[in-house]
Structures are given as C-alpha cells and as structure tokens.
DNA sequence: GTTTGTCAATACGCAAGCGTATGGAAAATT
DNA sequence: AATTTTCCATACGCTTGCGTATTGACAAAC
C-alpha cells in the first residue's frame, strides 16, 4: 500500500486521491487521517502540514471527485450529438465499474455530514438536468421529461445499491450487460402521447 | 423524548424499537447505548441488564424490523388475489412514507457491519422474489420476470435515495402521488414477446 | 556555507463511546 | 416480614481518533 514512487514529498493531491480510494470502498466516517497517512507512507504530522483538519480533507476530494465526474460525463455523453444516442450512453456508462460510482453510492451512505449532503445535492440536480433534457430531445414534453429523469436516475441508483447487496449473484459481467441492456430497452422509448 | 407512560420498568422490546428509531434517522453508526438510554428516561447500567452488547442490541432491533415488515407486506400485497393488483399495490406501498423505508435505506448505507449485510441481502432477496413472482403472474417469462423484478426493486431502492437527496423539492404529496402513478404505469404492462 | 522554507516524526492532551464492577432500591416471592 | 429477583445508577478503565506542539531532516535560496 505504499507509495514507491519516486517523489520526495507529498502534495494535497496524494491526499485527496488516496481520501477518494477509502471513501469509495469504506465511506467518509472511515476516513482517518491515521490510516491514510499510513496509506501513503508517512505520519499525520505530514497531513496537517498540507490541511487544517479531516472535514477540510475530505471536502477537498470530494470537489476534485465532482469535477473529474463531470469532466467524464461531458466528454463520454454530451459529446454525442444524437439524444437516443446520449441516453443508451448514459446507460452503458451506468454499468461500468468505475470507481465514481462507487463514491457516488457511499456518499448517499454517509449523507448526514451536511458537506456530503451538499454535494451530492449538487451532482444529483445536475444529471438529472440533463437527463431531462436528453429525453426533451427524443419528444418528451417538459413534466414528463422530469418524471422519466427521475426514474432513470432511480434506476441507476438502485443499481448500484443492489450491486452491492447482492454482489455473487450479481458480479459476472455478462449479466450486468444483458441487464443493462434490458434497462435501456424499457426506458428509452418515444413518448406515449 | 422521555417515556411517560405507566410502565415500572422496561423490556427488551423497549430498547429494540428506541433503537429502530435511531436507525431510521441517523443510520446505524449513530446507535450509542448511552444516547438511547438518555432517551429512555435511564442510563446505561439499564442497558446491560437486557442485552450482553451493542451488537446484541442492534441485530435484535434488526431482527424485530424483518419481521414487522414482512408482515405488513404480506397482509398488504399478498393478501391481493391478482397479480397486476398486487404490483400496483407495491408502487404505491412504496411510495409512502413508512419507517420501515427509511430504515431499509439506511441499512443500503451502513453495510459495511456484516450482520447489517446478512439482513439485508435477506429482505432483499425476498422481496425479489415476491416481486418476480407477481410479474410471472402477468405472463413474463422465468429469465424476464427476473429483470423486470431486478428493474422495479432498483427503482424503489432509488427512489428512497432521491427523496432524501431532493429532500424539499420532493416532499409534497401530490407530486410523489403523481411519481408513483407514472412509475407504475411504465412499470407494470404486459409483456412485450 | 549559511540561512530559510518545506515536509515529516514523535509525543502529548482530550473527548467519545464501549463495557465492567459494584451497590442500591423496589417488587415479587416465600 | 424476610429474602430473592428484577431493574437501574454511579464510577471506573480502556480504546480510538482528532488536533496541537515541538523538534528534526533535507533541499533550495542566498
């Protein structure tokens, strides 16, 4: 677990990174400056050279973990001309296992710090926004575009809890892509008038 | 917060449903004898009396939750003679605002206790195969009805997410009324061959 | 080469929360 | 009425983890 690098020191970044890797498989309240310092092969006494204190840690990863996210999403969706094609995008991007989405899924966990709740209020609304917009662009009017964002996003939220919960009848790939599949099937559609 | 009634003295079941009311708004982690005690009008020399630890305490409290829950499903669902009746009844059960949610939604945060995951996985699993069961009673096929029921769960699990995520933009009840009837009527349809 | 700045180690204080030990009061039992 | 059971209070020890204070090592600047 430690970093062999060739680096003399550490930035905020290492930290930050390494803060990303446990909250994506343990959660916030698992983030300890101890373990983490450890992590990385040094003391806390480097960490509160480079932060204030653990809550200014951990809201620094999580807007590095917001802007990578959407920098992701902008190039692999809203680079797609077509809303059909954005759409099948975001569902195929739904099932890959990358680690925003795990973060993504502790962070509904782990909502009762008012920093965490904050942003994922943030990156939720945003998708959502353009969600919506996606299913404006294949004939939706604007309430049921709204309603139709919302169950898709649902969907993938369940997804990634019922991931976890039942992870070993869940983990072959070839499930998760016929499933994914079968997602995209019964909610991308024309609208019914 | 105190407990006023009659009673002399308390039982176990006292300690499980406090504990349960814990959980359902600050989630596992936030279980402390001491709190709880606090909130049962004695101190934790109480505690120790009815239960041997922490642990003891929480997967009894869980123990009580499974088991209330799934008498409710079955007198509110499987007491339905048609399937697409019993499905419609799911949505909506859903959508109402029931303890019982917020602790399953809590439980998807903390499932890193591995006692929480057993729990979990077991409810989970059952309500999937009521689920799946009930589409197979509106004509989808074995390996369909798995994903349509995998479909359905997802959104329920998200929806949880997204109402405490949206919290303020979500809370009227017209529009969650008119959520769940949308979700309902896209969810529930026969199947296409 | 001396000084200054950067990064890290060690040691300490402190609070929260679990579990234990012990004693006491009230109710039930005999 | 005496005794046993049931339920609870108080006090203590122990661990974890945050944050601070102090010192040190190495590199860059001068």
Chains 1, 2 share one sequence.
């Not at 309240?29 to 990385?40: C, G, M």
């Not at 204030?52 to 680079?79: F, M």
């Not at 943030?122 to 575009?145: C, F, H, M, N, P």
Request: hydrophobic share 40%; proline share 2%; aromatic share 10%.
């Amino acid at each position: 677990m430690k970093n062999n690098n060739k680096k003399k020191s550490l930035n905020p970044a290492d930290w930050e990174l390494a803060t990303l890797d446990v909250i994506a498989h343990q959660g916030v309240s698992a983030v300890a400056v101890e373990n983490i310092a450890k992590a990385l092969g040094v003391t806390k006494g480097s960490f509160y050279w480079h932060f204030t204190n653990r809550k200014d840690l951990i809201v620094a990863a999580l807007k590095r973990w917001q802007k990578d996210d959407r920098a992701v999403i902008k190039e692999k969706i809203w680079s797609l001309p077509d809303a059909h094609e954005r759409l099948k995008a975001w569902f195929l991007l739904s099932a890959e296992p990358l680690q925003s989405h795990l973060i993504y899924a502790t962070l509904l966990a782990d909502r009762q710090h008012d920093f965490v709740a904050k942003v994922l209020k943030e990156v939720t609304l945003e998708r959502l926004a353009y969600l919506q917009k996606s299913y404006q662009g294949i004939g939706y009017d604007e309430a049921t575009s709204k309603q139709q964002a919302l169950l898709s996003y649902s969907v993938y939220v369940g997804y990634l809890h019922m991931a976890k919960t039942l992870h070993g009848k869940f983990k072959d790939t070839e499930n998760i892509e016929n499933y994914a599949k079968y997602v995209a099937s019964q909610l991308i559609h024309e609208p019914e008038q």
